[in-house]
């Protein structure tokens, strides 16, 4: 049973327009929740989090958005550049020891 | 480069034998993490460390599957008997301890194949 769920494998944009990753998940006693990006061939990055006490959180042209009542995040890029095109992860953790419990993964292609 | 380090990057073995991968956390991060990342899947959790005290293992890691971190510093992933299933690439993170959320910061990965 999945409880951190990414139901887009792939998304595509042009360059300079907004990406929208979208994450949900089941358990509700999730408190906090991160983003990261992996290129081929390496281990994940971490971008960005928010805890569940927020319903926003921006670094630069990162913003990740939580909606608690549906169970549901996203991340959005603004503007998308070319080298922003990897595999964006979701993932969620209880309290702060921080055993990640991710989901499958969007594939962003962003397209000059 | 002051990242988190595994060595080795790729590993070829033989069904049946046994390999040991290491992880060099980020100095002074407490917290250390083994994940296993299968291709088409995130990274699932394996165990956890505080120090050199290993708080929990996840119940995917298998009596074959082994992991230690003697001095609070490097930690070591062995895994005996290999089998074709444990192909995958295995990741070590790290974090802080205090005043932080679990934003655990990733090695490169150890891809492991078993022939």
């Known amino acids: 049973d999945q409880q951190v769920k990414q139901n887009s494998p792939s998304l595509s944009v042009q360059e300079g327009r907004i990406s929208i990753l979208n994450c949900d998940y089941t358990?509700?006693?999730?408190?906090?929740f991160l983003w990261y990006k992996k290129y081929p061939a390496e281990g994940p990055t971490f971008l960005i989090s928010i805890s569940s006490i927020k319903d926003k959180n921006e670094d630069g042209r990162f913003t990740v958005f939580l909606n608690k009542s549906a169970k549901h995040l996203s991340l959005h890029i603004v503007p998308s550049q070319p080298g922003d095109s990897a595999v964006y992860f979701c993932?969620?953790?209880?309290?702060?020891?921080?055993?990640?419990?991710f989901g499958k993964g969007t594939k962003l292609s962003v397209k000059p | 480069d002051t990242g988190v380090s595994q060595n080795p990057r790729h590993k070829i073995t033989k069904r049946g034998q046994n390999v040991t991968f290491r992880c060099d956390p980020i100095s002074e991060h407490n917290r250390l993490y083994w994940y296993r990342q299968t291709l088409g899947q995130g990274p699932e959790f394996l165990t956890y460390f505080q120090n050199e005290a290993q708080l929990e293992k996840s119940r995917l890691l298998s009596d074959r599957f082994s992991a230690e971190r003697p001095k609070g510093s490097f930690s070591t992933l062995e895994i005996q008997r290999t089998e074709q299933g444990d192909s995958a690439m295995y990741l070590c993170?790290?974090?802080?301890?205090?005043?932080?959320?679990?934003?655990?910061?990733f090695g490169q990965g150890t891809r492991l194949t078993v022939v």
């Open positions: 358990n509700s006693m999730f408190d906090y």
């Open positions: 993170a790290s974090s802080p301890d205090r005043g932080r959320g679990p934003e655990a910061f």
């Open positions: 993932a969620a953790s209880r309290g702060s020891q921080g055993n990640l419990i």
